[in-house]
């Protein structure tokens, strides 16, 4: 029996569990926490928008594109998805399931390596990062025998 992962995020943190087969329920393998998604985007971001010239008479102010939480997000997802993709090179698991809010869900998805997606047997759109491991046990009772 493969070795299954199951990777349970929000923008700001995340646990990373196996489980080893029947009936050996859930291990923790590690847990991430990323503060930076927790700060407001005026901390984040480093100044002001900046000054242009604006074309006829009058300035204009440059925003940045994307808000930097999101940024943050983004970068919090990216580092999430080499985790899978290391642990999927190195032969850790066999199969992983996915749970995380939709917005960060779709960041995940968006980051994943080809192989690594192909893995991902379910995927849950919601927020058990705050859930203890019995309840997450019983999330998973459908896709895991723990």
Same mark, same amino acid.
């Given at each position: 029996?493969?070795?299954t992962w199951i990777l349970v995020?929000?923008?700001?943190? =995340?646990?990373?569990y196996a489980n080893l087969g ?19 985007? =005026?901390?984040? =971001? ?26 943050? =997000? ?37 980051t994943l390596d080809r192989p ?31």
């Open positions: 029996m493969a070795i995020a929000n923008a700001s943190l =995340a646990r990373l029947p009936k050996k329920g859930l291990q923790l393998v590690k847990e991430i926490a990323h503060p930076e998604s927790r700060m407001k985007n =005026a901390d984040l =971001a480093s100044d002001r928008a900046g000054k242009m010239q604006a074309a006829g008479s009058g300035h204009g102010a440059r925003e940045q594109p994307t808000p930097p939480k999101l940024n943050a =997000a983004r970068t919090f997802a990216q580092m999430l998805a080499k985790e899978l993709y290391m642990g999927r090179s190195h032969n850790k698991f066999g199969r992983a399931i996915l749970i995380a809010p939709p917005a960060f869900m779709g960041m995940l998805n968006a690594t997606a192909q893995l991902i047997s379910d995927r849950f759109e919601k927020d058990y990062t705050k859930s203890p491991e019995p309840d997450l046990r019983g999330h998973l009772k459908d896709c895991l025998f723990v």
